[in-house]
Structures are given as structure tokens and as C-alpha cells.
Nanobody, 119 residues
Framework: QVQLVESGGGLVQPGGSLRLSCAAS????????MGWYRQAPGKERELVAA???????NYADSVKGRFTISRDNAENTMYLQMNSLEPDDEAVYYC?????????????WGQGTQVTVSS
């Protein structure tokens, strides 16, 4: 069973930075796509950024130019560098990984890490 563990969340002032990490219990080479989602109170979970196994990335319009997603296959870890944080970025951030094989895609989720943006 794959486990994804997020870390790096916390309290930051507007304009500040945080780096989230998502450590997998095994090789992340098995995942076709990995991504970060977030969910704020009363809102639906939304995609923040995703990265494919080949390195292609995509971002939500609201974070383009401020957030950077990356993956370190040797460390089995995915990252989200968040700069110029805004109050609207406050949410629980979840790590996601999708594995595609012969059957239906399998989606794995981490437990989430809270990001609070406040002065």
C-alpha cells in the first residue's frame, strides 16, 4: 500500500514563502502524474499544480508565477515551492499521485497539511 506524507505547512505572513514536501513510501517512478490540491473551508478541493513523469507541469491560473512544483525521483519526494503567499492561498494542501497500469487508474492521497496565511 502506497503512503504519501505531506509536510512543510504552517503559518506564514502574506508575501511569505513555504515549501511543501510529499514523501512517498516507495518509488514515485510508478506514478504517471503527481499533484498538489487544496481545499479551503466551504470550498471544493481544487488542483493547484501537477507534474507528469516526464516533467511536464501545469498550474492553476491563481498560482502561476508564484508556485513551483517539482519531483525528486531519487528521493521519492514531490515538492511545492510557494512564494508571494496570499490570504486566498490558505487551505489544507493535499498530495496526490496517480498510477496507471492495466486496470483503472489508482489515485493515492496524503493526509493533508494546513497552510495558514495571516499577519
Amino acid at each position: 500500500q502506497v503512503q504519501l506524507v505531506e509536510s512543510g505547512g504552517g503559518l506564514v505572513q502574506p508575501g511569505g514563502s513555504l515549501r511543501l514536501s510529499c514523501a512517498a513510501s516507495g518509488s514515485i517512478l510508478r506514478f504517471n502524474t503527481m499533484g498538489w490540491y487544496r481545499q479551503a473551508p466551504g470550498k471544493e478541493r481544487e488542483l493547484v499544480a501537477a507534474i507528469a513523469s516526464g516533467g511536464t507541469t501545469n498550474y492553476a491560473d491563481s498560482v502561476k508565477g508564484r508556485f513551483t512544483i517539482s519531483r525528486d525521483n531519487a528521493e521519492n519526494t514531490m515538492y511545492l515551492q510557494m512564494n508571494s503567499l496570499e490570504p486566498d492561498d490558505e487551505a489544507v494542501y493535499y498530495c496526490n499521485a496517480v498510477e496507471k497500469g492495466w486496470g483503472p487508474p489508482i489515485s493515492y492521497w496524503g493526509q493533508g497539511t494546513q497552510v495558514t496565511v495571516s499577519s
